[in-house]
């Protein structure tokens, strides 16, 4: 059994450590709340950018656009978005296994995949540890996740399907759900398809002459999602992160209340041998 001093020592790295992941998750709480915010206008805006340019595919005179072709499947182009730091329980080794399992899938069907990581948890794992080729890396996005970014990682994605690098991308993030909750999400992103096409006809308008407006629209769509991916996966993070230090932060205290328990029974047992030795050293000298 460890002394006292030892677990007064151990007592007191715990109860730093415990001021350290409680105040971590009050900074990812804060974090969270406005993470939120910008989540819930963003995703409106991606939907709306989506159902404009399914809504061109659906014109009377659908447009030839490299977007909307649908080719054989040879390789698949994953854009996987993680964090850059730690310390967030399981949110980056979900996305990671997730996306070892559907590489080995497609891999089986003799599809070749290729990644854009997007984070350094990601860029570190699949350069260091996979054989899953790297195509482009992004790295430290967490003080520049916005539009910049998105048409960043968006252009890149736009020219390699349009040259016909890549028959099809999924952006692979984890989607927020709630505090508590995130789920991994494969969101295919081109070809795109005309999914609830007889809602999107009823629109009404019509496209000028000039091409560049659709051009304009369809690189607007890919960054708009890559947009939303890019918030959802920043949300997701901070409600994991806030919920692993919260868990820490229990453990801790509870480690803390064992230990607690251990060194006054230590102190009890030392103080019970000494007593012992004094009443033994009197009965002696009698």
């Known amino acids: 059994m460890p002394g006292m001093r030892e677990i007064k020592a151990k007592i007191k790295s715990l109860k730093g450590t415990k001021r350290i992941t409680a105040a971590m998750k009050a900074v990812s709480a804060a974090k969270l709340r406005k993470a ?37 499947v040879k390789r698949i182009e994953l854009v996987v978005i993680s964090s850059d730091k730690g310390l967030c329980g399981a949110f980056n080794s979900n996305i990671i296994r997730r996306v070892n399992r559907f590489a080995q899938e497609k891999q089986k069907e003799g599809i070749e995949i290729s990644l854009t990581t997007v984070g350094n948890k990601a860029c570190q794992f699949f350069t260091k540890y996979s ?53 991994v999400t ?14 999107l006809q009823a629109a009404e308008y019509t496209v000028g002459p000039d091409e560049k407006v659709i051009e304009e629209a369809v690189r607007s769509y890919v960054s708009a999602v890559v947009l939303r991916a890019l918030k959802e996966s920043e949300t997701s993070e901070h409600a994991a992160r806030m919920t692993a230090m919260d868990n820490a932060t ?28 004094i009443t033994t050293a009197i009965e002696a000298m009698k």
């Open 36 to 72: 939120q915010e910008d989540l819930i206008n963003v995703r409106p805006y991606a939907e709306v950018m989506k159902g404009i340019a399914q809504g061109l595919y659906l014109r009377e005179n659908p447009v030839t656009h490299p977007i909307f072709k649908v080719r054989p």
């Open 250 to 277: 229990k453990n801790a205290e509870d480690l803390i209340k064992k230990l607690t328990i251990s060194f006054n029974k230590a102190r009890q047992a030392a103080i019970t041998k000494e007593l012992i030795e």
């Open 131 to 183: 054989d899953l080729k790297v195509r482009k890396e992004v790295r430290d996005i967490f003080r520049r996740i916005g539009l910049p970014l998105a048409n960043e990682i968006a252009y890149d994605l736009y020219l390699g399907y349009e040259s016909e690098y890549f028959d099809e991308v999924y952006l692979v993030y984890n989607r927020f759900i709630n505090a508590l909750k995130q789920e």
């Open 186 to 199: 494969f969101e295919r992103i081109m070809p795109l398809s005309a999914e609830g096409g007889e809602e």
